[in-house]
Every structure is written in C-alpha cells, then in structure tokens.
C-alpha cells in the first residue's frame, strides 16, 4: 500500500508565496514520477507541473516563471514552491504519483490541500 501525504496549504495574500510538500510511504520499489494537479470550484482537475525521476520538468503555462517543483527521490517526496500567487491559483491542490510498488505501476492521489490567494 503506498499514501501520498500533502502539506503547506492555506491562505496567502495575492503576490504572496506558499510551498507545498508531498511525501510517498509505503511499499515503493521506484517512483517515476511526482507531481501536482489543482481543482478550483466548478472546474475540472489540471495539471500545475510535474517532475520525473530523471529530472524533467513541464508546467502548466499558467504557472511558469511562478512556480518551481523540486523532488528528493531518495526521500520519494515533490515540493511545490509557489510565488507571485494571485487569486485564480485558488484551488485544491493534489499530489500526484506513478509508484512501481513490488511488481505492479500504480497511479496515487493525495488528499489535496486548500490554497486560498485573497485579500
């Protein structure tokens, strides 16, 4: 069983910075990837950025030049740090991993985390 657990959510003023953390525990053999995806209200889920094992990197348009997503493989844990947030970066945040657990590659969803930019 692998869990996703998600911290560093809450509420910001616009300009402001948040950095949210994901760590994966469990029985892991390899994490391909780690990432995060956000859902405001009356929206569909989309894709903030995601980081893959060797490294590479995509971000939504949205958020390039304001976020920067970082991930420590030896710990199984992606960051998310957030600058520059304005108020449509309001959202449930979720992490997001692809874990080869023993045998089989699974998708796993953290349990989102509130962000909230307003004054």
């Known amino acids: 069983q692998v869990q996703l657990v998600e911290s560093g959510g809450g509420l910001v003023q616009p300009g402001g910075s948040l950095r949210l953390s994901c760590a994966a525990s469990?029985?892991?053999?390899?994490?391909?990837?780690m990432g995060w995806y956000r859902q405001a209200p009356g929206k569909q889920r989309e894709l903030v950025a995601v980081i893959t094992s060797g490294g590479s990197i995509t971000y939504a348009d949205s958020v390039k030049g304001r976020f920067t997503i970082s991930g420590d493989n030896a710990k199984n844990t992606v960051y998310l740090r957030m600058n520059s947030l304005k108020p449509e970066d309001t959202a449930v945040y979720f992490c997001?991993?692809?874990?080869?657990?023993?045998?089989?590659?699974?998708?796993?969803w953290g349990q989102g985390t509130q962000v909230t930019v307003s004054s």
């Open positions: 469990g029985r892991i053999s390899r994490t391909n990837a």
């Open positions: 997001n991993a692809i874990i080869r657990a023993v045998v089989t590659t699974n998708t796993y």
